[in-house]
C-alpha cells in the first residue's frame, strides 16, 4: 500500500467533549430545525437562502459575513429564512488545489487534519453562538458528518458525489433536510435515484459498526447546472427544466417534494454576476407556473464580502480563494428585491 499513515485523528466524540454543546446551544439548533422542517412540508411560505463563500478559509471574516446576514435577517425574516454557507471541505475536479479548513485551516500551510478538525467545529460553533445560526456544510466525506452532526441545519452532497452509495445511506440517517445536486453530466435520474435511496430505510456499515438508518423525508432536489462532453456548461434553472423536474416528482412518490437552485456553478457558467438575474428568472417562472411554485423551495447563493475572488497568499479580507463570490453590497441588494418580489 503506497500510502503513510501519519497518525490517528480523534473520534467524534473526543472531539464534541472538547467544544460541547448547551442546553441553550441545542435549543437553537433544535427551533431553527422544527422551521426548516415546517418550510419543507410546505406548511411555512418563506423561502430558504443558503448562502455564503464559496469555501469558508478565514473564520474572522466568515462570521463578520453571517453577522452582517443576521442584521439583514431583521429586515427580511418574515419573508426570508437564511442558512449560512460553512462548506469546510471542497471537492477538486482534478484533486489539486485547495481543499477547504477540513484539511488546512490555514490556507497558507500545509494540511493538518487534526487542526482542520477543531477548526471546523470551533466555527460552526462560533457561528452558532455569536449570531445563532446553524449553518449549512457539504457531504464531502461521509464519516466525518459526525463532528458536525449535532449544530448544523443542512447538509448538501455535491455534483461529484451524489452517485457514491456511502453519501445515499448516510444521508437516509439524518434528520435534517439534505440537498441532492444532479451529477455534473446532468442526468436528472441519477439525482431522483439518489433522493429515493435516501428516503429510504437501510442497513450498511458506517466507521466500522452496523447502522440501520430510518429514511430522511426531506431529501430533496438541488438544480447545479450541468457540463457536456466537450466540457461546456450548460444550465438547468430555465422555465421548462423546472415544468421536466415538477413532472418527474409528480411521478416519484418522493415524500416533501422540494427543490433549491444552485445560482452559480454551471447554471452561470461560474460567472458569479450572473446569479441575481438567474434568480429573478427563476421566481418569474414560480409566478407563471403554479406546480412549480409549489415545489421551489430557494436558492443556494455563493456570496462573501469582496466580490470575485484572489489567489492564496493575497489575503484580502471576505474574498474567496476558490469559485468568485458576490460581493456584500450586491448581496444585500438581492435580498432586498427578493423579499420585495415575494
Known amino acids: 500500500m503506497n500510502m503513510i499513515f501519519e497518525r490517528k485523528l480523534p473520534i467524534p466524540q473526543e472531539v464534541k467533549k472538547l467544544f460541547p454543546v448547551t ?36 473564520a ?26 460553512i ?14 479548513m477540513l484539511h488546512q485551516p490555514d490556507p497558507n500551510e500545509k494540511p493538518d487534519m487534526y487542526k482542520g478538525i477543531v477548526a471546523i467545529r470551533s466555527l460552526h460553533m462560533r457561528a452558532l453562538r455569536e449570531t445563532g445560526y446553524s449553518c449549512a456544510d457539504e457531504m464531502l466525506y461521509p464519516e466525518d458528518h459526525r463532528y458536525l452532526n449535532d449544530i448544523l441545519a443542512y447538509v448538501a452532497v455535491g455534483a461529484r458525489s ?5 453519501h445515499r445511506l448516510t444521508a437516509s440517517g439524518l434528520k435534517i433536510p439534505v440537498g441532492m445536486k444532479n451529477p455534473t453530466s446532468g442526468d436528472l435520474s441519477v439525482m431522483m435515484n439518489s433522493i429515493t435511496a435516501a428516503q429510504h430505510k ?107 475572488a484572489q489567489k492564496i497568499g493575497e489575503c484580502v479580507f471576505g474574498k474567496s480563494i476558490t469559485d468568485p463570490c ?11 428585491d427578493i423579499a420585495d418580489a415575494l
Open 60 to 85: 474572522d471574516s466568515v462570521i463578520e459575513y453571517i453577522t452582517r446576514l443576521r442584521r439583514l435577517e431583521e429586515k427580511v425574516g418574515d419573508k426570508i429564512f437564511f442558512i449560512p454557507r
Open 162 to 166: 451524489v452517485e457514491n452509495q456511502q
Open 202 to 308: 437501510h442497513t450498511f456499515l458506517y466507521r466500522g459498526w452496523e447502522v440501520h438508518s430510518q429514511g430522511n423525508p426531506y431529501a430533496h432536489a438541488i438544480l447545479r447546472g450541468y457540463v457536456d462532453r466537450r466540457g461546456q456548461t450548460h444550465p438547468n434553472y430555465h422555465y421548462e427544466d423546472l415544468c421536466a423536474l415538477a413532472e418527474q416528482y409528480a411521478e416519484s412518490g418522493l415524500l416533501n417534494p422540494a427543490l433549491i437552485v444552485d445560482t452559480n456553478h454551471a447554471n452561470s457558467g461560474k460567472q458569479y454576476l450572473e446569479q441575481p438575474r438567474i434568480v429573478k428568472e427563476v421566481m418569474q417562472s414560480c409566478r407563471i407556473n403554479p406546480d412549480i411554485k409549489k415545489l421551489f423551495r430557494g436558492f443556494m447563493i455563493e456570496s462573501y464580502i469582496e466580490d470575485g
Open 87 to 100: 462548506y469546510t471541505n471542497k471537492p477538486r475536479t482534478t484533486g489539486d488545489g485547495y481543499k477547504g
Open 326 to 336: 458576490l460581493g456584500w453590497e450586491k448581496t444585500e441588494r438581492l435580498v432586498y
Open 23 to 58: 442546553e441553550e446551544d441545542t435549543a437553537r439548533v433544535e427551533a431553527r430545525a422544527a422551521e426548516i422542517r415546517d418550510i419543507f412540508e410546505g406548511k411555512s411560505d418563506k423561502l430558504v437562502l443558503i448562502i455564503g463563500p464559496c469555501s469558508a478559509d478565514n
